[in-house]
């Protein structure tokens, strides 16, 4: 057996041995070790491979999968610029504190620095926002390395896991592979290659003991306002609301949005002045509304922040307290606020829920919550589709997943299919994704899956308005602005959704009507769009009288 194949054979085992059932690669002449031995892993059922031949698709694809998951998925290119493509990946895993494990192939040290052919410095190529780092040089043909290399797989899986930090997250192997790169057809190494006789992990973390919890007293006029967080945290969420009976609003992806007041309640302003909180609680990391961070900076509020983290959540700079553990409630609500608050949220449902009759981006949101069951699985992208979504009254049990680390467009088709193949295979039945047009052609080559490549059963609704609709809610969109606004932010491009997805033979259904939506969303087998056009000129004015019936709604009730 040549080096190299020892080497990812090895890998690849203890990859394995660590917890890691899914991984993904793209093809490359320099990381053939690494495919040869993911592949026979595959062939032998030790784990499922995902082929993809764009390496951004490929590592949001893994993405994808591990958030969904909650466990370690590694993506695997060659070297050169095929390394770079998977940088929007990582940014958004560290943000998101997902397991993503990132295996480069290099060229040996003799070949770097020299002019070589796709040859790139990739050591510490995606700087700080890994949580743990190696570079491994090329195997020779001498005993004492398997010890090694099983030692360091296992504390970069420790590392991704955030085993003993809390801190989960993207990690990177650097592994440098010599010619020759394909198998030559002997098993024969200078030492055994085998790993530990039990089939487990060469090294085990022990996890870390749960510290105490933290006592908080909070005030009886205490509201709890819900981010983007992992199942855990929420969990602890929940259980601070529980046991003390403050109003909880939430965002789509906190996994308590079912559960939760209307995030909408914060725009509210005589609410806010009638019954305004005394003490915030901040739980993960809230992304979406301005209305969020102008209620932290309101004058006489008390802000404490929960971020079950060592990073540090205080985007508005106005934190007390920041708590990283369980929390040991000591106060409970004031039963009159706590009751104004709940009032409040019900009579904004209501005002809400008759946005779903029309074809609008909040009526697309809400005919979405309609038909989803508890335990079903929500992939939301970012701009208009996650806020529209925020206005929707999902029934509570339903996972919501968002690329709210760093909130960009790319790659949310390939976490969505990753998220839903996660899904699926943990005994989920349906998965649905609701995106923007600009956000689906940002990763159009997502929906480029090979013949002999896992398919989920995937819903994905397409919201067309033809361009950037969210700016026309913000600043730019401002009538004084209008000069230059359409081509520089509203970017039409009048791309043929159908014919796109005919190209890569995938289904797609163009609806006009709400009823023609309920139908398109029936479960299908397979991967398919479902596109809907909307005129984003209409959009300002909607959500302006989308706003008006919900404070009126309110208002009555206070």
């Known amino acids: 057996m040549n080096p190299s194949t020892a080497f990812a054979t090895v890998l690849v085992d203890e990859l394995v041995r660590g917890g890691v059932h899914e991984a993904v690669v793209c093809p490359g002449s320099r990381s053939a070790p690494l495919a040869y031995a993911l592949a026979a892993a595959d062939a032998a059922g030790r784990l499922r491979l995902h082929v993809r031949i764009d390496e951004r698709t490929a590592g949001f694809l893994a993405l994808g999968l591990a958030k969904a998951s909650g466990q370690p998925v590694p993506v695997v290119t060659t070297s050169g610029t095929a390394t770079a493509n998977l940088h929007p990946a990582v940014l958004e ?218 990073r540090w959540y205080d985007a508005a700079l106005t934190a007390s307290t920041v708590f990283t553990g369980e929390l040991e409630v000591l106060g409970s609500a004031d039963s009159d606020f706590a009751a104004a608050w709940t009032r409040a949220g019900q009579a904004a449902r209501k005002a809400q829920w008759p946005v779903g009759s029309d074809l609008t981006g909040p009526g697309v949101a809400a005919a979405l919550a309609r038909i989803l069951d508890p335990d079903d699985l929500l992939v939301v992208g970012s701009s208009n589709p996650v806020r529209d979504l925020a206005t929707a009254n999902l029934p509570s049990g339903v996972r919501v997943l968002a690329n709210r680390g760093v909130a960009g467009i790319d790659g949310t088709v390939s976490s969505a299919v990753g998220a839903a193949l996660a899904h699926q295979a943990a005994g989920g039945s349906h998965a649905y994704a609701v995106m923007g047009d600009l956000t689906f052609l940002h990763d159009a080559t997502g929906l480029v899956i090979g013949p002999d490549e896992p398919r989920p059963d995937l819903c994905i609704v397409v919201v067309n308005d033809d361009g950037g609709g969210i700016f026309g809610l913000l600043e730019q969109g401002a009538d004084e602005l209008s000069g230059p606004f359409e081509r520089v932010f509203g970017t039409p491009h009048g791309t043929d959704l159908a014919a796109l997805c005919a190209a890569t033979r995938t289904v797609h259904v163009r ?36 706003d008006r019936r919900i404070a009126e709604a309110v208002a009555q009730v206070l």
């Open 93 to 310: 895993a560290s943000h998101s504190g997902v397991p993503l494990v990132v295996l480069t192939a290099d060229r040996p040290a003799e070949l770097l620095g020299v002019g070589a052919n796709q040859t790139v410095d990739q050591v510490r190529l995606y700087g700080t926002s890994v949580r743990h780092e190696v570079s491994l040089p090329a195997a020779d043909g001498r005993p004492g390395q398997v010890g090694w290399w099983r030692s360091t797989v296992c504390r970069a899986l420790v590392a991704a896991t955030g085993a003993l930090t809390g801190e989960p997250g993207p990690v990177h192997l650097n592994l440098a592979l010599r010619d020759p790169l394909v198998p030559d057809g002997t098993t024969d190494w200078v030492e055994p290659l085998d790993g530990r006789p039990d089939g487990g992990a060469w090294t085990v973390a022990a996890k870390a003991q749960d510290s105490e919890p933290e006592l908080y007293a909070g005030a009886p006029r205490t509201l709890l306002v819900v981010g983007d967080c992992p199942p855990a945290l929420a969990d602890r969420a929940r259980r601070v609301a529980e046991a003390s009976g403050w109003p909880v609003v939430a965002e789509p992806s906190s996994g308590l949005a079912g559960e939760a007041l209307p995030l909408a309640l914060l725009g509210v302003p005589a609410l806010l002045e009638a019954w305004a909180p005394e003490r915030v609680l901040v739980v993960g990391r809230p992304t979406l509304s301005r209305t969020v961070g102008a209620l932290l900076r309101r004058p006489g509020v008390v802000v404490d922040v929960l971020t079950g983290t060592e």
């Open 511 to 546: 609806v006009s009507t709400p009823a023609e939506l309920a139908a398109a969303l029936a479960p299908q087998s397979g991967v398919h769009v479902v596109e809907v056009p909307l005129d984003r000129r209409a959009r300002r004015a909607q959500q302006v009288e989308l």
